[in-house]
């Protein structure tokens, strides 16, 4: 395994382990795949499905071959993260339109969203260079995951989050799971700005997106997707875009899953972005060369209200290898979006809604067409953001098309009848 710079190319080794290469651009970590045969892999893959209790039985490491081999078995810090469910829904089909769309929910890993599958790789190379503190900046869910690894593993975290516009639900959960949360006036993007700076000085370990270990990890997402389809997937992937590290590893795995022959034709990607907060997609639509940063990102997908995105290098790179397209949708289009995908059972967090809201658009539009498979990766748990669920079922606002309200009854046996009878 070896780091290079995305930006001079610059080779160095895994013992110097920096965010940064020394001309500031990001590093991408780059294994050596030769010594791999497909159908090796693929019988140890499936091996492994059988696991239990060993780090082998995560959704992650389950693919520690292709995602951090050097690292030995006893640094490994997991809670079985990955191994989510795969789904098919009617009701999906028919709001969007399409004959086949597969859900992978990402929304049922231990913390509650898709960070797990990264945060278990950072932490546990963080153990292993000796860390025992570690941070990020978050609008929750990063934060959530790292405190709950942290603990796995005996280890502090400190981490930062905006003292605005982020679900409480998420706050609350990092700070039982035993972070020293630090909440500040400012935005996610001065946080990350404040940590590149001062990180070192503090001696804490960073588990945002630059870090590059939190990259391979989450391309189990797409490795576990490949596995389950039996290594044929859909024409199209789906995935909502904020800092853009999703993106960058679906775009990686990717890559990897087909020049190792496990997959054999390779999907398209559509990175969809709230239009609040859609720095990258503006980007990609008025073909700049370059990212102009938002500096007042909004979106009630709070997940997603990310104005500067570390990684967008890295997730145009996506968007070229996979023939890719962006779009942006609207915070009501991601909320009716999101109770369509509550009603059917699954259930998200806003931000993972805007994965349907954009297929629907798509598909209106005739850039994806109904015959065509696809797949969308739900990023976060139904429960991650309460005051939106409030809001949306019980709130006075009266454009909500899949609004149920909580019915206050009598308990007697005529008036439950006839509620009953009204609500058919
Ligand atoms: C982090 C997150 C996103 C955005 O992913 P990026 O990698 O930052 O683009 C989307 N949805 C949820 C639920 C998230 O937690
Ligand atoms: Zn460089």
């Known amino acids: 395994m070896k780091f290079i710079c995305i930006d001079c190319?610059?080779?160095?080794?895994?013992?110097?382990?920096?965010y940064h290469c020394t001309c500031g651009g990001l590093l991408d970590i780059v294994h050596d795949f030769q010594r791999y045969d497909a159908d090796l892999l693929k019988h140890l893959f499936k091996e492994r499905l059988s696991e239990r209790m060993t780090p082998y039985a995560s959704g992650v490491w389950r693919y520690k071959e292709l995602i951090f081999p050097e690292l030995p078995d006893n640094c490994i810090v997991t809670k079985y993260e990955g191994n989510t469910g795969l789904y098919t829904s009617e009701l999906l089909q028919n709001y969007t339109g399409l004959k086949q769309?597969?859900?992978?929910?990402q929304s049922e890993n231990p913390s509650g969203s898709f960070k797990d599958n990264g945060m278990t790789v950072a932490v546990s190379h963080g153990k292993s260079l000796g860390y025992k503190k570690f941070t990020c900046t978050s609008?929750?869910?990063?934060?959530?995951s790292l405190a709950m690894y942290a603990s796995i593993a005996n280890a502090d975290s400190y981490v930062f989050v905006p003292d605005k516009d982020i679900s409480l639900n998420?706050?609350?959960q990092t700070v039982s799971y035993g972070a020293k949360v630090f909440s500040f006036v400012g935005t996610y993007d001065d946080g990350i700005q404040f940590l590149e700076k001062h990180s070192n000085d503090l001696g804490l370990y960073v588990c945002n997106s630059i870090n590059p270990f939190r990259i391979e990890g989450q391309k189990s997402i797409i490795y576990e997707i490949a596995q389950y389809l039996n290594w044929e997937l859909p024409e199209w992937i789906i995935v909502p875009g904020g800092a853009l590290s999703n993106a960058t590893a679906l775009g990686k795995g990717l890559h990897d899953l087909f020049t190792l022959g496990l997959i054999n034709k390779m999907p398209r990607v559509a990175i969809v972005q709230a239009e609040?907060?859609?720095p990258f997609h503006k980007m990609v639509s008025q073909?700049?060369?370059?990212?102009?940063?938002?500096p007042f990102p909004y979106t009630r997908a709070s997940a997603l209200n990310i104005g500067n995105p570390p990684s967008w290098k890295k997730a145009l790179h996506t968007l070229i290898q996979t023939r890719g397209i962006t779009i942006s949708v609207t915070d009501e289009e991601i909320l009716d979006a999101k109770a369509v995908i509550d009603r059917s059972g699954i259930g998200c967090e806003p931000a993972s809604a805007a994965t349907i809201a954009g297929i629907r658009n798509l598909v209106s539009k005739q850039v994806i067409d109904k015959e065509e498979s696809v797949l969308c990766i739900l990023t976060g748990n139904i429960l991650k953001d309460t005051d939106i669920l409030k809001y949306y079922h019980l709130g006075e606002h009266t454009c909500a098309s899949f609004k149920n309200t909580i019915q206050h009854s009598r308990l007697t046996l005529n008036s439950i009848r006839e509620n009953m009878i009204e609500k058919k």
């Open 9 to 18: 190319g610059k080779e160095s080794s895994s013992s110097e382990f920096e």
């Open 276 to 278: 609040g907060a859609s």
């Open 139 to 144: 609008t929750g869910n990063t934060s959530s």
């Open 287 to 294: 073909e700049k060369r370059e990212l102009t940063p938002e």
């Open 170 to 172: 998420k706050v609350l």
């Open 101 to 105: 769309v597969f859900v992978k929910a």
